[in-house]
């Protein structure tokens, strides 16, 4: 048998089985297209071209582990690689896929899966519920993937908070929801809720705190010794922690604290914007993380508006060593630590009624 079983363990089962931290395969991972690295600027009105957004293999993993992720240079949102990092898992056994990419792009993303397997499309987890990490979701269920994710990813996306500017958002399309959830749970934080054994490689699920929100998920790739760490942790632009879908900064550091226990030093941690990067080299983001937090804190005990402090542009010191920082990512930064030190709102349903700053 070479892992053609299909085996879903509970999570009872997994906590007495030791995890072994092991090498890398020799000559892996294999970086195709390194992400852009800017400046990058668009005039006011740019609309994304999604026509001409390409989606590509840009890391190898392991032989049958590769990563997709779009053009630089096109998405203002992702200008250093369209989209948010997409992975596949391929072999005899199937296709496992980590998150599906902008709706825009679902054909093209297919295409790209298409150039190295012919494997029916099985099983689908999402890392968290943004539109570049699950855009394409109902396209790949149409495919046959069955999809995964914790259960307040799926309430975020049945019942998504309001937009920004008050307007409720759109009514989701059914096709793509998560039919196989679990949860996170304190008392067993990293932990996998799932775990596949397939194409000779092991996949674990493990539901992560809530940090950029309040579904997320990290997938860990036992053999290649690779975790996909989604979006927690960026080393474009400033962090993200998407409040209103029950994200936290607090918890952002809770992530990169588990990250520590989870991870060898050669393991290759995969955001889902960005470069790769181990470790070690997290560090220095949760510092930041740290430091403004306790800055931002000091300010609003002081009873400073929320523009006194964007005003004193703490991050200043951060700016020569943060790729893609721009104002608007700064500010939001800000914004979100101003509203988490005082009066922080509860996540009910996975998601948090937040202010709105006019
Ligand atoms: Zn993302």
Redesign the pocket.
């Known amino acids: 048998m070479k892992g053609r079983a299909w085996s879903l363990l509970g999570v009872a089962a997994l906590a007495a089985i030791p995890i072994m931290v092991r090498a890398q395969e020799a000559g892996y991972p294999i970086t195709v297209i390194a992400p852009g690295k800017g400046p990058y600027t668009f005039p006011t009105g740019y609309q994304t071209p999604w026509d001409k957004i390409e989606i590509m293999v840009t890391e190898k993993m392991s032989p049958n582990l590769f990563v997709l992720h779009g053009s630089q240079g096109l998405d203002p949102a ?1 200008p250093d690689a369209s989209g ?1 990092r997409a992975m596949a898992l391929f072999g005899p056994d199937g296709v496992l896929m980590v998150d599906t990419q902008n709706r825009q792009v679902a054909e093209k993303t297919l295409q790209a899966l298409r150039t190295f397997t012919d494997g029916p499309i099985r099983i689908l987890v999402n890392t ?1 519920v ?1 539109g ?2 699950t855009g394409a979701n109902a396209f790949f269920a149409k495919q046959g993937a069955l999809i995964y994710s914790q259960d307040n990813l799926r309430n975020e996306m049945l019942r998504p908070p309001p937009r920004a500017n008050g307007q409720p958002a759109p009514a989701p399309d059914m096709a793509g929801i998560p039919v196989a959830t679990y949860q996170y749970a304190a008392t067993t934080s990293g932990q996998p809720a799932v775990t596949f054994n397939m194409n000779g490689e092991t996949v674990d699920f493990i539901p992560m705190m809530p940090s950029h929100t309040a579904g997320d998920t990290i997938v860990r790739f036992r053999k290649a010794n690779v975790i996909y760490i ?2 927690f942790y960026r080393n474009f632009g400033y962090p993200f922690a998407d409040q209103a879908n029950g994200g936290s900064i607090k918890g952002m550091l809770d992530a990169v604290d588990l990250i520590e226990k989870l991870a060898g030093p050669d393991t290759t941690l995969i955001p ?2 960005g470069t790769l990067v181990k470790k070690q080299d997290l560090l220095p983001y949760r510092a930041m993380l740290v430091d403004i937090m306790a800055k931002v804190k000091t300010l609003r005990d002081q009873g400073k508006s929320l523009n006194d402090v964007l005003a004193a542009n703490l991050t200043a010191p951060y700016d020569k060593t943060t790729m893609g920082d721009t104002q608007e990512s700064k500010n939001r930064f800000i914004t979100e630590v101003y509203d988490e030190v005082k009066d922080f709102p509860p996540v009910v349903d996975g998601k948090r009624t937040m202010p709105r700053h006019p």
Request: without cysteine; glycine residues 20%.
């Open positions: 992702h948010g968290h943004h570049d990490h989604e979006d889902g914007h």
